[in-house]
Each structure stands twice: as structure tokens, then as C-alpha cells.
């Protein structure tokens, strides 16, 4: 069995680990797969994997065009269209897709494609950019204007930006128009949370499979090593965030306001600030850019003493399951999908926003480890990703 998976990274941050642990699984099952991706570079072990679509300079074009009038998702024609061919000449029996925005894709050129060509199409959301005119997410400011169709976006600055135009309700219409109707389609969400808003959606026309993201135990474990030494840490508590980008629905004034309330023997983390982020911050917070080695990400799970995820919109989470596994307990806010990730022996939930039982949460909250580490165990990598090869299979041999 041949797959094919696109996404619009390979091997990196979330999204890009899942595609080559999905792939690592099915080559030692005796199959074979391709990463088709957009962005960026590839660590040098799945590089056998990838296949580029565009460049670096159709990607910075794309985004431009984007940018100006509120089209992502419908650019990179020739991109896209030497990708079709690609496609063809691989002849894969299934096609698994994941992030198909990030400004290297044309939506309408590849499902057309898809729509001819018959093949068993199997589509993982990791946000809900598809159902949607123009965000990926919706929840923190409230906008439902994606159930009937989209307007007068509220979030037409933010991901993907548009400085300009406002192509929201046209963007809708185009991506209903384009996204339903393929034969043999499933769907995979990563919580019950985003299979509840996918059935609201004009794709409630497809079968929808839960599947949580799943990690690499062997990675993901209490891991020892001076990071405490390192940062000035040895006698203080250490409440850890971590996230790929810090935008506004990740919680980052919210740990600024929790910093003023901590007495001082505790220290708040924050790993993947930017520079200009890191230069604003007081000084009980240590600010760390984006660890890049998942290893490295695991020391420094292993030496907090409480992992704290303030993002407003996840439709899943996987930062928290990360920091379980470390052996680490986490407080999470109320929304979305993060509440389904833990549970009450290593957790706290708190209600969004509210500071008082945040601060109360992260003090009271006591390590637990061999707990913390049982539960991340739902989440193994192995037999999560088993269970989409299953999903492969029935659709190879119907």
C-alpha cells in the first residue's frame, strides 16, 4: 500500500511530527509513504520521506497575494500543478491530508484533482480553517458566522492575515463549494470537541473518526539535566508554558498578570517567545525561544513543577499530554478541547480568565509523577497511529 500525506510541514512542530510518525508506522509495516510539503526545512532522518511542493519564493508570493486581498487557500497555481503531476506519477492508493493552508497549496486545483482521480481520501483537521471564510479559529472572540456563512470577519488580521480586503463570505462559499462532494472521504479530528464543530459544518456530509494526537513515550519521559542549574532555578517552583508561536489566543497576558500575583520563590517559563516578546518580559519570567529537539523540550518539562496551558483555542492540546508524560501536572483553562486531555488525580481545570483560581491552581497543585505519567500513556504515539493504519486498510481493501 502506497500513502501519500500532505501538510505544509515535514518532521517539525506538531502537525509535521504526526505526518512522520504516521509514516515511521507504516514503513515497518511494510508500506510506503510520502510527505508532500510546503514550508520550511527537514530534519535530515525524513528527508526519504519528503517531497517538496513550490519553493521558498512561490510560498513568500502566496503570502503576499494573501495578504492583499483574502485569498489563502488559492494561490500557487504552478506549484500546485506540477504537485498534481507528482501525484500522478506516485499513484498512491491512499491520500492523507492535514494542514492543507500555510500559503504553498491551491485548494481548488487539488480537489479537482482529487475528485477525478477516485482515491480513498482520508483528511485529519488540525484547526478549523476549512469550515471557515477566512480564520482557524473562532472561539475566542465569540464568532459562529461560520454556520450559516462567513462576513465581515472579525479576525480578518489575524491568521491568515489579510491587511486589505475582506474576502471572507467569498472565501466561504469557495471552500463549501470545493470541500464537499468527494466520493470517498473521511475525516479525522484529534477530540470530540472539533468532531462536534465539524458536524455543525458544511462537512457534516462525511464520516468523522476521533483520533487523538498521540507522542513518542521514549522522548516524552522524566528526563534529567541542569536546567534548573542553568537558569537560576534550584530553589525556586517552576510553572512551565510552552507553545510554537505566542499569539494572542495562547494566554501570554495572562501569565504576564499570573507573574504579578506569584510570590518569589516561583518562576514562570515561557519556551517560544520571539525576541521582541522576551525583551518585554518582567523578571520573574524567563522567556526561551522554540526548542527545536523534542529531547531538549522534555528536560525542561521534567524540571517544572506545574505546566500551565492558557490558550483559549486547541483542538487538542498536545503541549499537555507532552508534559504528562514528563511526569509533570498541568492547569488548564475551560474552552475548547484542552479540558478532554486531562483528568482530576494530575490536573486542574480553571475557568477562563479567572486569575484568582489560576494562582490558586498552579500553588495548591502538588507533582505526582507515576500518575502524571500513566496518564499520558492514552496518548502513545504507537497506538494512536495504529489505529489510522487501520483506518488505511479498511479503505485499501474495500
Known sequence: MKVLQINSVCGIRGTGRIC???????????????IAYG????????????????????????AIKSRIIDNAGFNSVCATKKFVKRIEEYNPDIIHLHNIHGYYL???????????????????????????????????VGCDKWLKGCEICPQKHEYPASLFADSSYKNYIRKKHIFT??????LLTPSNW????????????????????????????PTDSNFRQKHGLEHKKVVLGVASVWDRRKG????????????????????????????????????????????ELAEIYSAADVFANLSVEETMGL???????????????????????????TSIVVKYGDINALKNAVTSIHK??????????????NTRYNSILDTYLKLYES
Open 20 to 34: 512522520t510518525d504516521i509514516a515511521d508506522i507504516l514503513t515497518q509495516n511494510g508500506h510506503d509513504c510520502k
Open 106 to 140: 491551491n485548494v481548488e486545483i487539488l480537489f479537482d484533482y482529487l475528485k477525478k482521480a477516485d482515491k480513498p481520501v482520508v483528511w485529519t483537521l488540525h484547526d478549523c480553517w476549512t469550515f471557515t471564510g477566512h480564520c482557524a479559529y473562532f472561539d475566542f
Open 252 to 295: 501570554l497576558s495572562d501569565f504576564l498578570e499570573l507573574s504579578k500575583m506569584l510570590d518569589d520563590s516561583y518562576r514562570i517559563v515561557l519556551v517560544g517567545l520571539n525576541k521582541e516578546q522576551i525583551s518585554n518580559l518582567p523578571k520573574n519570567i524567563i522567556g526561551l525561544p522554540r526548542v527545536p529537539e523534542a529531547s
Open 194 to 221: 472539533l468532531e462536534r464543530q465539524v458536524n455543525k459544518s458544511f462537512l457534516r456530509e462525511y464520516p468523522v473518526k476521533v483520533v487523538n494526537n498521540g507522542i513518542d513515550l521514549s522522548v516524552f519521559k
Open 39 to 62: 514550508r520550511e526545512t527537514v530534519p535530515d532522518e525524513y528527508k526519504k520521506y519528503a517531497v517538496r511542493i513550490g519553493s521558498d519564493l512561490s510560498v513568500k508570493i502566496d
Open 319 to 345: 503541549t499537555t499530554v507532552e508534559a504528562l508524560a514528563c511526569g509533570t501536572p498541568v492547569v488548564v483553562y475551560d474552552r475548547t478541547a484542552i479540558p478532554e486531555v486531562v483528568d482530576e488525580i
Open 181 to 186: 462532494g468527494v466520493k470517498n472521504m473521511t
Open 368 to 381: 505526582r509523577t507515576t500518575d502524571c505519567i500513566n496518564r499520558a500513556t492514552h496518548f502513545d504515539k
